[in-house]
Structure formats: structure tokens, C-alpha cells
């Protein structure tokens, strides 16, 4: 059973930084590709960015370009998102994501596992 779990979100200001974690079990890490996405109150699930499996390509929504940074770690079964001067419209549950194979994927329907999501509220 693959099983994801988010944490490091909060409540923080407007120009702040966060870094979010998301553990995986029950799959080999290093195989898929993996996604970090985010949903506000009253709006559609929003790919953030992506990441390849080896971690070397990377791909991020305009929103957070310059702002945002996706990485991995495959010893550690874990992926991050570095989030830099946050703004009051990043408010967001977080979500992270298990590509169904390898690539670089910026839709929803190419991911097959997700996680729980954990809160992030930029205050102005």
C-alpha cells in the first residue's frame, strides 16, 4: 500500500518561507515521478510543480517561478517543496503526488497516489 504524508505547512506572512516535506512508503521512490500540487477554498486542484524521478528535470506553474523549488531526496524516500516569498494567494492545501510511471508530469489524471494535504495560509 503506497502511502504519502505531507507536513511543514502553517500559517506564516506575506514574504515568509516554508519548506514542505512529503514522505512515501510502500513504492519504490526512485521510480516515479512526483508533483506537488495545491487547492485554495472554491477552486480547482492546481499543479505547483513536478519533478523527475532521477530529480534532475524539474517544471513549476508560472504562479511561483522564482518563488518555488522542488527537490528530492531517493535515499530518503522524501520530496520537498522550498517555498520563498510567499504571497497571500499561495493559501492553499498542499498535496503531493506519485506519478503512475517516469517523466515529467503537469496534469492531475498522470498521477496515481496522492497524500492528504497539509494547510498553508500566508497572511497579508
Known amino acids: 500500500q503506497v502511502q504519502l504524508v505531507e507536513s511543514g505547512g502553517g500559517l506564516v506572512q506575506a514574504g515568509d518561507s516554508l519548506r514542505l516535506s512529503c514522505a512515501v512508503s510502500?513504492?519504490?521512490?526512485?521510480?516515479?515521478?512526483m508533483g506537488w500540487f495545491r487547492q485554495a477554498p472554491g477552486k480547482e486542484r492546481e499543479i505547483v510543480a513536478a519533478?523527475?524521478?532521477?530529480?534532475?528535470?524539474?517544471d513549476y506553474a508560472n504562479s511561483v517561478k522564482g518563488r518555488f523549488t522542488i527537490s528530492r531526496d531517493n535515499a530518503k524516500n522524501t520530496m520537498y517543496l522550498q517555498m520563498n516569498s510567499l504571497k497571500p494567494e499561495d493559501t492553499a492545501v498542499y498535496y503531493c503526488?506519485?506519478?503512475?510511471?517516469?517523466?515529467?508530469?503537469?496534469?492531475?489524471?498522470?498521477?496515481?497516489?496522492w497524500g492528504q494535504g497539509t494547510q498553508v495560509t500566508v497572511s497579508s
Open positions: 503526488a506519485v506519478g503512475y510511471g517516469a517523466g515529467l508530469w503537469m496534469t492531475a489524471n498522470e498521477y496515481a497516489y
Open positions: 510502500g513504492r519504490t521512490f526512485s521510480s516515479y515521478a
Open positions: 519533478i523527475s524521478r532521477s530529480g534532475i528535470r524539474t
